[in-house]
């Protein structure tokens, strides 16, 4: 026994680390040795020292006595809570050799190396994308759990992510500083002038499984699937006629309006809508782009091919109601009634 307390004649031939008793040093020299014979019952860690396996065991009992002066955040351990304290006083002295971003935690940085090596450690097991943090991977979770916290507060739309909302909020203020070169249109975001400037450069990544016609966007193509799935939820309150898109019931309900702007410089005719205006000059440029595929002949309209196509297939919807005769178009059943009337004007 030493005679004289604190004195430390027991070094360690290691490290040079001295101890009061012989019997610590020997505790100590199973440190170097690996010697782990103090196992957590719980999860069965493994510990060189009895009172590192106490200070873990208080994990499993869920004790938190060791808080934060600055934020009261608590921590099982005093070590953890050192390691929190640094967080507060903003000194960040470990740096990315790569980047220059600073960290206050070394295991931090390591985290952050990932970025630049590409390592991605954190995969999801629903779609296999791969992260390289595990708070990127937990948000990502959200999306296939259709978690949205994150609300706006002006129209009430909802988001998974808070840069989500944040870039959402941008449009509620109006402001336009993306412009497209070659349109001088505005956008409110740059991935909306990403996707624009696709229209401009004639990229379509959306392609149609059943029919292969592609799109430059996505809403684009999901409008598309309504026509090969039948769907069409928006109706003409006049009439009510329905349509797969909006847009074009919005170009349906000029027909009632009766508005006809647009114009034929060459005859005077006016229609409700652009295209039929462009379809009607094909008559007087006498372009034909309809072909019939049996006997070669083409047509302006592709209505009017459809007609004639029941020439071919025999089709006669239009029959007389007198004698009973039956025609493949209504203009030949409107001549032939002019018999039973007496009429003849056709000859």
Known sequence: MDMHAGVRNHECDVCGKAFTKKGDLIRHMDIHAGIKNHNCVVCGK???LKGNLERHMVIHTGGKNHNCDVCGKAFTQQGHLKLHMVIHNG??????????????MTSNL???MDIHAGV???TCHVCGRAFTQTGVLKR?????????????????KAFTRQGDLKLHMVIHTGVKNHNCDVCCKA???????KRHMDIHAGVKHHTCHVCGRAFTRKGDLKLHMDIHAGIKNHNCDVCGKAFTQKGHLNLHMLIHTGVKNHTCDICG???TMTNNLERHMDIHAGVKHHTCHVCGRAFTRKGHLKLHMDIHAGVKNHTCD??????????NLKRHMDIHVGVTNHT
């Open 140 to 156: 990502h979770m959200d999306i296939h759990a259709g978690i949205k916290n994150h609300s706006c507060d002006v129209c009430g």
């Open 110 to 112: 390591k985290r952050h």
């Open 322 to 331: 007198v004698c009973g005769k039956a025609f493949t178009r209504k203009g």
């Open 91 to 104: 000194v960040k002295n470990h740096n990315c050799d790569v980047c220059g971003k600073a960290f206050t």
């Open 187 to 193: 956008f409110t975001m740059t991935s909306n002038l």
């Open 120 to 122: 991605k450690h954190h």
């Open 46 to 48: 493994a510990f060189t």
């Open 269 to 271: 005719k006016a229609f």
